[in-house]
């Protein structure tokens, strides 16, 4: 007999719902559990002294609620298994304390993002893949008082005439919502984990690198190169940015610029600033952009922006490009050329017209190499290229590979496989590193021909 059908029987006629006509097994099921999750909640509420909880911590709290809640099951509940007992007691006191079936999920490390599409629908991000769960919320109007309590904790409001909210938790993780009726499938949630700080040598382990890589990138960041990450949605690049960021010398003056801190940097001389929305007024919002020209003026070594999307990047350019070299930045872009494209459609989106030879010729003088990244059918993220910019001036945009990832084809498995490959410095990059007191990492070697083997054009 299945947990249901035994806490039903032992309900009586009125804890057991009947079966609508038309609708699978599995529905019915979660509507009973739903039921019975209601009915015992009810019954803990009646017997809890809520005054005695808030003095308690959340530890606490679930400790005692699962007391209460093992007493009141076997005074009146049915005999249940202990695998039984304690999934619905735990059903019962996660509902209880506020999240719902979301706070099972958020207890799991393994889970790095929780996607609610409506009450119906719950999905979660493990190991880089996307899984269907077979959980519900009991109705709408739960989901919504679930998101509105975890809003609140961030002193933001969400209704219609604020149907979208941007936000991260004290806790770190990062939360999006958007209601109806701008989200047709109903209330939607997303949760993001705060980002778990990769090492370098870690990246290496789970294949997303290779050592000569590292060691290139080491030389890069040390010899104060511009590197611009880039990658589609999840691919990483925060990720990566931190790492690479922790190659910066520990004497150094850091300014990290964010939406959303994300960054964990481990050196001491940090400045950490984080733009903000405007309130409910529409009043009070910093932007990106303000951050970076305030950030000129506070006689920054490295300037670190954790993402550019806007009107910023024409500041961050010219940043690159006239003494604060060094600079770290990501964008979002599938490949190289395109992480260029971008930079040039951003850079043209501030309210300062710049012609468009003008913002190839900035572009060129800013950046000095591009790391690929990108999120693999099987859930790896991986550099793809490292790839340098060798045009100048108003140059069409030439890219250099000196790194690339060449896969061999996917076997039943799934599992994407291939190596790593490795091409000659140009002449110029390896002589900045030697400048810099940087050695070139064997697996490269130093060429003085940039030819269609090496490097490519891209189309502007
Ligand atoms: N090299 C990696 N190997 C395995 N998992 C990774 C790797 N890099 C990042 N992740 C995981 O992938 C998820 C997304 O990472 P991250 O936030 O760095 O991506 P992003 O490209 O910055 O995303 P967004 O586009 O949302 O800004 C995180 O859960 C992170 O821990
Ligand atoms: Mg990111």
Redesign the pocket.
């Known amino acids: 007999m299945s947990l249901r059908s035994r806490l039903a029987a032992a309900n009586g006629p009125d804890g057991a719902p009947s079966a609508l006509p038309g609708q699978n097994g599995a529905a019915d099921g979660h509507r009973e559990d739903n039921h019975l999750v209601a009915v015992y909640r009810s019954k803990l509420l009646e017997e809890i002294d809520l005054a005695e909880m808030s003095a308690l911590d959340a530890t606490e709290r679930r400790t005692r609620l699962e007391r209460v809640l093992g007493h009141i099951i076997s005074r009146e509940g049915p005999v249940l298994s202990s695998t039984e007992r304690a999934r619905l007691i735990r059903r019962v006191v996660d509902e209880a304390l506020g999240l719902g079936v979301l706070e099972p999920l958020l207890a799991d490390p393994s889970i790095?993002?929780i996607m609610v599409n409506g009450p119906d629908s719950v999905f979660v991000e493990r190991a880089?893949r996307v899984e269907h769960l077979p959980l519900r919320f009991a109705s709408a109007d739960q989901l919504m008082q679930t998101i509105e309590r975890i809003v609140s904790t961030v002193n933001r409001r969400v209704d219609e005439s604020n149907p979208m909210v941007d936000a991260r938790l004290p806790t770190g993780e990062r939360v999006n919502v958007i209601i109806p009726p701008l989200a047709l499938t109903g209330p939607t949630l997303t949760i993001?984990?705060f980002?778990?700080a990769?090492t370098l040598p870690e990246?290496i382990g789970?294949g997303?690198l290779d050592e000569q890589m590292l060691l290139l990138l080491a030389a890069f960041v040390r010899a104060r190169f511009n590197v611009i990450v880039s990658?589609?949605?999840?691919?990483?690049?925060?990720?990566?940015l931190n790492a690479l960021s922790g190659l910066i010398p520990s004497h150094e003056r850091i300014i990290t610029i964010e939406d959303s801190a994300?960054l964990q940097l481990q050196q001491s001389h940090v400045i950490r600033l984080e733009s903000r929305p405007a309130n409910i007024e529409g009043k009070g919002q910093v932007t990106i952009r303000d951050l970076v020209r305030n950030s000129l003026r506070m006689r920054p070594d490295r300037i670190i922006v954790g993402?550019v999307r806007g009107g910023e990047t024409l500041d961050m350019l010219q940043a690159m490009s006239t003494g604060h070299d060094g600079s770290l930045a990501?964008v979002?872009a599938n490949t190289a050329e395109d992480a260029l494209m971008r930079l040039q459609t951003l850079g043209s989106m501030s309210e300062v017209h710049i012609p468009f030879e003008a913002l190839t010729d900035q572009i060129n003088s800013a950046v000095d190499v591009v790391v690929q990244?990108a999120r693999q059918a099987d859930g790896?993220?991986?550099v793809v290229e490292i790839a340098l910019l060798v045009s100048r001036g108003r140059q069409p945009y030439r890219i250099a590979t000196v790194s690339r990832f060449v896969p061999q084809p996917m076997g039943p498995d799934r599992v994407v496989r291939g190596h790593y490959q490795h091409l000659p410095l140009p002449r110029e990059a390896a002589d900045k590193l030697f400048l810099a007191d940087e050695a070139v990492p064997p697996a490269y070697g130093v060429t003085d021909a940039l030819d269609s083997r090496n490097t490519r054009e891209a189309l502007t």
């Open positions: 790095t993002e880089g993001r984990r980002p778990r990769y990246l789970l997303s990658g589609g949605t999840g691919s990483g690049k925060t990720t990566l994300e993402e990501t979002h990244l790896t993220r991986r």
